[in-house]
């Protein structure tokens, strides 16, 4: 039996096997070169932010970008905006490069892919850094330059000098355009050193033309001439173009200027003219007290009067400022009521005697004058809640025009007899405690600067117009009224008494006084001359004291008081006596 016949591939179709074959072999070859050749690294033309990195691995690129834009990295930026520049440190505008992120970018890197392959052994792109941007950090930053771009406009102005109406021109403001700075600093960033961000123009809210428009149409026509102002059926008087000026301002309204009438400023512009017109003022509540131990403070009731209110009269005006025929306005009478009304007294509290104090001297003429004139003069006086009381403000100068007369007083360590008001310390003293037992806050007093053995040993006060002044502050929440009156004539000891009349707060003690560093006089001074006023020696020390306040019969705080009283060199008029042998 004959074996079977082998089939045969055709020749061409081996050659072609063979061929393909091969081809595989190639490629493989290639791509397993192409594999070693391309390696890990970059694709081969990448430039980053201007860095050639072709071929580099990733962390090589990273640390060239790294070394090559250390210097791009931190340079600062001139911004103009305007007339202004400003230096932008990239730190500060939250400005940084990402180095992983800008290499990742450039792609390559060891793959299997033959894309990957081929772009890595004959690709690569020109690429930007990739940069990270604190927002915030940056916003802060151009809004810092905005603060030095930004000018605010000025409107122009319009007002009276005197009554000449003179106009101030107005200037545009500039305002720095903060998104287009921001993204003018992103761009300038490791490109240049320099960018511009651009301003804008903001006009005032009243132009130059706008204030010369109101200048001719109403400042002007306001003062040309005065106004005829109607007062109810009452009467009228003539508003003057100085009131009109002094009391009339120009602001913004209406799309330009238009005129503000000042009320209050009005009303005290015109008051003497109302005054003429005939309107009934009204008269404030106030308290009335006798000089006698036995009177009481009463309440004196308030009266309204008839008024213009200040606005209506302010409103009435207005419109016919910019006429220049019929200047007339009318307003309506009001009442007015007082300031101080009958029932604001009474809820004052004046019902009681809170502080109250006596002294005693001798009985010259002048004492009595001065003592009992500055006692009526303050008799009646209301301090209300936080107010503050000045003696000197009450009496004012002492001059015989006033009627004081003369009197002994210190001057310059001496005894004066020829002082006008000599003799009113001993109201002054008096006062003083009567308010320091009424628990009233002492602002100021000062004692003398001899110890007279008549007053309080360190509690009393002197006054002097010009230098020395009794003050003390209402620092209760009543009211408080004075009254004083003397005793006695002429010849003989008088007496002042001092009382306060409020709501109790506190009961008052005065500790015992203590003295020490007791001074001897000097020598004893003989004077011959016409002039000569004798005087006996007198020792000086020093003293102290507290105030003592209770409430409830609890002690509730303590005020030390204290004073340094001179010595007194002794004055003898005559020739020192011989010495004897």
């Not at 651009?198 to 809210?205: I, L």
């Not at 200048?215 to 109607?230: F, Q, Y």
């Not at 009393?460 to 010009?466: G, N, P, S, V």
Request: glycine fraction near 10%.
């Amino acid at each position: 039996m004959a074996a079977p016949k082998k089939n045969r591939m055709p020749a061409a179709a081996r050659a072609g096997l063979i061929a393909v074959g091969g081809l595989v072999v190639l490629l493989g070859a290639a791509y397993a070169a192409g594999y070693a050749l391309a390696g890990d690294g970059l694709p081969k033309d990448s430039v980053i932010a201007g860095v050639p990195v072709g071929g580099l691995t990733s962390a090589d690129a990273e640390a060239k970008l790294r070394k090559e834009l250390a210097a791009k990295e931190k340079a600062a930026i001139t911004l103009s905006a305007g007339e202004t520049t400003a230096t932008v440190k990239p730190a500060d505008a939250g400005l940084s490069i990402d180095y992983p992120a800008s290499v990742a970018q450039a792609g390559g890197g060891r793959s299997a892919n033959p894309v990957t392959i081929i772009e890595t052994l004959f690709g690569g792109h020109d690429l930007p850094a990739v940069t990270v941007v604190d927002g915030s950090a940056l916003d802060k930053l151009v809004s810092q330059i905005a603060a030095k771009v930004d000018v605010d406009p000025a409107d122009a102005e319009l007002a009276y000098h005197g009554t000449t109406p003179k106009v101030t021109a107005g200037k545009n403001g500039v305002t720095l355009d903060q998104s287009a700075a921001r993204e003018a600093i992103k761009k300038a960033y490791l490109t240049s050193t320099s960018a511009t961000a651009p301003v804008q123009v903001v006009e005032p809210e009243v132009t130059t033309a706008e204030a010369e428009q109101a200048l001719g149409s109403l400042a002007k026509p306001a003062v040309a001439k005065p106004i005829t102002v109607k007062v109810g059926d009452v009467g009228s008087f003539s508003l003057k173009p100085e009131a009109i000026a002094g009391a009339v301002s120009f602001v913004p309204g209406d799309g330009g200027l238009v005129a503000k009438v000042d009320a209050k400023t009005l009303s005290g512009l015109v008051k003497a003219d109302l005054d003429k017109v005939g309107l009934k003022a009204p008269s404030n509540a106030r308290f009335s007290i006798g000089q006698k131990k036995s009177d009481k403070p009463k309440v004196v009731p308030s009266k309204d009067g008839v008024g213009v209110d200040p606005q209506a009269l302010a409103d009435a005006i207005r419109p016919v400022l910019g006429e220049t025929t019929d200047r007339t306005a009318a307003v309506a009478t009001v009442v007015r009521p007082a300031d101080f009304t009958t029932a604001e007294a009474k809820a004052l509290g004046v019902k009681q005697v809170t502080g109250q104090f006596t002294t005693y001297f001798p009985g010259s003429a002048y004492r009595y004058n001065n003592i009992g004139k500055g006692a009526k003069m303050i008799t009646g006086y209301l301090l209300k809640p936080g107010e503050t009381f000045s003696l000197n403000k009450v009496l004012g100068e002492r001059t015989p025009q006033a009627g004081w007369m003369a009197g002994g007083g210190i001057a310059n360590g001496k005894i004066d007899p020829n002082i006008y008001g000599g003799g009113i310390s001993q109201l002054t003293t008096t006062t003083f405690n009567a308010i320091f037992f009424a628990g009233l806050e002492d602002v100021y007093h000062k004692p003398h600067s001899l110890y007279f053995s008549r007053y309080p040993m360190g509690r009393e006060a002197t006054l002097d117009y010009r230098s020395v002044d009794l003050k003390f502050k209402n620092d209760s929440p009543y009211g408080v009224v004075l009254q004083a009156w003397t005793t006695g004539r002429t010849g003989s000891q008088g007496s002042v008494t001092v009382r306060v009349w409020s709501t109790k707060v506190y009961d008052i003690k005065a500790t015992k006084p203590t003295q020490s560093n007791w001074r001897a006089p000097g020598k004893t001074v003989y004077d011959s001359s016409a002039k000569c006023i004798p005087q006996s020696a007198m020792s000086g020390f020093d003293v102290r004291y507290n105030r003592v306040f209770y409430k409830n019969g609890k002690k509730v705080k303590t005020e030390p008081f204290s004073w340094s009283y001179n010595a007194l060199t002794p004055v003898v008029c005559g020739k020192k006596p011989a010495d004897k042998d």
